[in-house]
T-cell receptor, first 113, second 113 residues
């Protein structure tokens, strides 16, 4: 079946602009996770959802970052007033149940100029 | 708090030889351990996991990993390396509670023909 998809795959934006990154999880997966991965590093947790409920947002760097999953399927990660330090690969993953193995999408490469 | 250490940035091995990619972890409770592989310009792919049961876990593409509680290790192994195994490998851990997955910084495996 279809895996996790993310869009856009690449995003270049100017400093100060808002961006919205989309994640479409595997159909029926309960949990959805957002990570940020810097070059040469492992993914770092940002936030996760069970169904539509945001369970943990402790990894969001500051209040410019927010995420939602209003219908328990597609999720959007929004970054307001982007800064150059926000440039990274943003990865989404889903799992069939909380704590199960996570399946990752291809990521969105965000570049803030 | 959970943590993962992958002590080797790079592992080089000749094709046909056995390979080992090292991982040690720290968690407050029982560990849930995972290995992922990342090929260039691709998302992370799940290889295998340890939750409970046999200490030797078998996964995709002929990989296996051995859970060693006393050494808090979960090294990834394969009896005979292939050139196509060349990629970036990530170890990850979470505890048995509802905590985020914590990744190591990754080990780049290079298999030389």
């Amino acid at each position: 079946g279809a895996g996790v998809s993310q869009s856009p795959r690449y995003k270049v934006t100017k400093r100060g602009q808002d961006v919205a990154l989309r994640c479409d999880p595997i159909s029926g997966h309960v949990s959805l996770y957002w990570y940020r991965q810097a070059l040469g590093q492992g993914p770092e947790f940002l936030t996760y959802f069970n169904y539509e409920a945001q369970q943990d947002k402790s990894g969001l760097p500051n209040d410019r970052f927010s995420a939602e999953r209003p219908e328990g399927s597609i999720s959007t990660l929004t970054i307001q007033r982007t800064e150059q330090r926000d440039s990274a690969m943003y990865r989404c993953a889903s799992s069939g149940r909380t704590g199960g193995e996570q399946y990752f999408g291809p990521g969105t490469r965000l570049t803030v100029t | 708090a959970q943590s993962v250490a992958q002590p080797e940035d790079q592992v080089n091995v000749a094709e046909g030889n056995p390979l080992t990619v090292k991982c040690t972890y720290s968690v407050s409770g029982n560990p849930y351990l995972f290995w992922y592989v990342q090929y260039p310009n691709r998302g992370l792919q799940f290889l295998l996991k340890y939750i409970t049961g046999d200490n030797l876990v078998k996964g995709s593409y002929g990989f296996e990993a051995e859970f060693n509680k006393s050494q808090t290790s979960f090294h990834l192994k394969k009896p005979s390396a292939l050139v196509s195994d060349s990629a970036l490998y990530f170890c990850a851990v979470r505890d048995s509670g509802n905590t985020p997955l914590v990744f190591g910084k990754g080990t780049r495996l290079s298999v030389i023909a």
